[in-house]
């Protein structure tokens, strides 16, 4: 009987901590998106467009998760550095050199990348900014 006690106390005490965790990253998650909205706003939304669609010839859209999602951990860096490269997106090359933002700091890289990979038909989830952080050291 007091095994069952014990056992049951346990068990609710864990789903207690699985609960409390997601909420807090729910709380995070609508944190980053919102302040990665501003920043969205404020430096990529001349090129990509107000609703991630991107410039023409210009600027490649957002809207395609199946970039995003491959190159998900080359993301942080792209946003920071700028890129340079051809990259092919939903079926079109893009050649056009995309400019760095070193004045953004590993929390805005964080809240911007976060904004993007969870709007525009977008749901990839949270990134922390530990996460998007030690992505930055290891930028090629
Ligand atoms: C001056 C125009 C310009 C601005 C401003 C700009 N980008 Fe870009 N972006 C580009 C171009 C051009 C490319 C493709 C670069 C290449 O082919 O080397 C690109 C590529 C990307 C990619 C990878 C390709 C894709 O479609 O998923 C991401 C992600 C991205 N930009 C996010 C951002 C974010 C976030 C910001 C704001 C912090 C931003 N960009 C600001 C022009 C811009």
Redesign the pocket.
Known sequence: MRLNIIKATFILLVIGVIISCQNQETIDLQNYISS?KD??KA??????GEN?E??GQ???????SV??KH?KNR?AC??KN??????T??GK???????A?PE?TDIE?AQ??V???NAFGNNQGFVSYQQVSSQLQQCK
Do not use: S
């Open positions: 990665g920043i969205y430096k990529c939304q001349n090129c990509h991630g991107g410039l210009l600027a490649p859209p957002l809207t395609d970039f995003l190159n993301l792209i946003i700028g890129l340079n490269e051809a990259i997106v939903q090359t893009y050649k056009e050199k995309m400019p933002f953004l890289v911007v990348m904004f993007v990979t």
